[in-house]
């Protein structure tokens, strides 16, 4: 019966130790909370047609100009291919792409352009300065496949992804520096393991799933733009099965933070019936849905020969 008031003083030694501790190091993590519930709170936006709530801090101004800052230096370290076939077909897809986009564009002045270099790469940046580069024609491989990768950028761009990671980034480093001076009294080492751990914490359980959505939500949006523009959503799926497989080297965007190849299939599954719905009501009767092509892998296809043939000598293809 002894054993309970032996225990007593310690505890209290240590709550007391603790109290005393809380105040001063707290202060700076719960004024940071505060901050970051408001901060949050007031900033929210919402992204066109999945309706998901959103953190952005800068306006749309702000962030034309970061885009157009960007481009600016991008086009002058980049080889622009200034005429030929695949530029007409990049230019001709974007159009469609952005017209089928206009109900959600705030009004950029889209301009597309394609970058000679072995890269496999695309982007749309806000403003509207679209790029391919010529790495990811192969990949892209007809004029669908070339559709399923503007839709995604554009999407990108109109969804404000850009601005979304920033204000997010912004946070973790507002928040870590919040957690340095609330661990400013521990030692060196002590403190430098906290905060590696903390960076690791932010990258993998904040920014990379971050990422990671920002990608599923492009892909969603994208395929509803491809359809709405009449390119065949079917491409969608394949051309990221290519992207994949062409994923192991030189792959800047697409690689580090997309959803797992399975997972993106499943969701493309799951959208395809909506897409396909999408397609009928805006293009309907006047631009039938072709029958699947002959690439799909065994599949029997009841379109005749010369059809095919005719298809994959048509505009479009690379
Ligand atoms: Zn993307």
Known sequence: MRYPYR??????TWGRRRRSGFSLRWIPILLFAGYFTFYYFSHQETVPIT????LVDIDRQQEVQLGLQSWAEIARQSDLIRSG??????????????????????GFDWEF????????????LPGGKVAFYTGILPIARNADGVAAIMGHEIAHAIA???AERMAYQK???????????????????????????????SQYGVLLPFSRKHETEADYIGLIYMARACFDPREAPKLWQRMQEAGSGNVAEFSSTHPSPETRIHN????????LKVYAEHCGDHSPLPRPSADNAGEPTTSPPAEQEQEKAGPGYF
């Open 160 to 162: 404000r992804h850009g």
């Open 51 to 54: 309706g998901r709530s959103q």
């Open 171 to 201: 946070l973790v480093h507002f928040g870590s520096m919040a957690a340095s001076v609330a661990l400013g009294d521990m030692d060196f080492g002590t403190r430098r393991a906290i905060m590696g751990a903390m960076g690791a914490g």
């Open 85 to 106: 076939h695949n530029l007409d077909v990049i230019r001709d897809v974007g159009r469609r792409i952005a017209r089928a986009a206009a109900s959600e564009d705030p």
């Open 268 to 275: 493309f599954e799951q959208w395809m019936p909506e897409a």
């Open 113 to 124: 352009n394609l970058i000679d270099s072995p890269q496999i790469n695309a982007f749309a």
């Open 7 to 12: 225990q007593y003083p310690a505890r209290r």
